[in-house]
């Protein structure tokens, strides 16, 4: 049977709190001073962890703290400076062209809307809104890997592409929780909810979540 909106919006309130419960210290962990560090920051995590990107990020914004000392910089520089984080000649670039966009449309400021900064050379829409959520306190919802697959383990979707996704979720979710909702999802994907090999024994989510495994359940209530 079909599960109604109205009862996704109930169910969705009791698993808010139960995560705000469960990590009530939740927050972004990509470390930056600044909007614009946090974009460049968030274009490093793709396919790279963010501890990774923060064990490259001081020295990468010691050099070019700005937009303006990033856009000069040479693209080799910027190149050298991320490489662990993967994917190097391609993040150094879109770095070196969103810095000059910046500073050519924006002078030099991070835009505070959407539709700015999905125009940015190397920025989606989930970098986006990252931005908007943690630099300006803007509610935006974030979907990466971790809400993708919980959201549809939880049966709030069915959809696997991110915006369809992330239209599904704003449906449910009160905006004022868009940016923590996030933040909370993967703090419990990396914990318990574990792609490969979910605790569902010990999920503060298991009485709300119609994928737990029957196995699991026994456990449980043990």
């Known amino acids: 049977m079909r599960e109604s909106v ?5 169910r969705m309130r009791l698993i808010i709190d139960a995560l705000y419960k469960t990590y009530p210290d939740s ?7 600044s909007p614009f560090q946090l974009l460049i920051s968030t274009m490093l995590s793709a396919q790279c962890t ?25 693209v080799e520089h910027l190149a050298e400076l991320v490489r662990s984080t993967g994917f190097f ?23 505070a809307n959407l539709d700015d900064l999905v125009k940015l050379p190397g920025v989606g829409r989930k ?8 630099g300006f306190h803007i509610p935006g ?13 939880l049966r709030m979707t069915n959809q696997k592409d ?5 239209m599904d979720l704003q449906k449910i979710i009160e905006q004022e929780h868009w940016v923590m909702f996030t933040h909370l999802i993967i703090d419990h994907g990396r914990a318990v909810c574990i792609a490969r090999r979910p605790q569902c024994h010990i999920c503060v989510l298991a009485e709300f979540c119609p994928s737990i495994l029957p196995e699991e359940v026994i456990k449980k209530k043990k």
């Open 162 to 166: 991110a915006v369809k996704i992330e």
């Open 127 to 134: 970098t986006a809104n990252v931005v908007l959520g943690t």
């Open 89 to 111: 000649n391609s993040k150094s670039r879109n770095m070196s062209a969103c810095a000059q966009t910046l500073l050519q449309e924006h002078g030099g400021e991070v835009p």
């Open 50 to 74: 963010d501890d990774r990107v923060n064990m490259v990020t001081p020295k990468l914004f010691k050099h070019y703290p700005t937009a303006k000392s990033m856009a000069s910089a040479p």
């Open 27 to 33: 927050k972004c962990s990509l470390e930056h001073r």
């Open 141 to 153: 919802l974030v979907v990466d890997t971790h809400v993708i697959r919980i959201a549809n383990l």
């Open 6 to 10: 109205t009862n996704k919006k109930l």
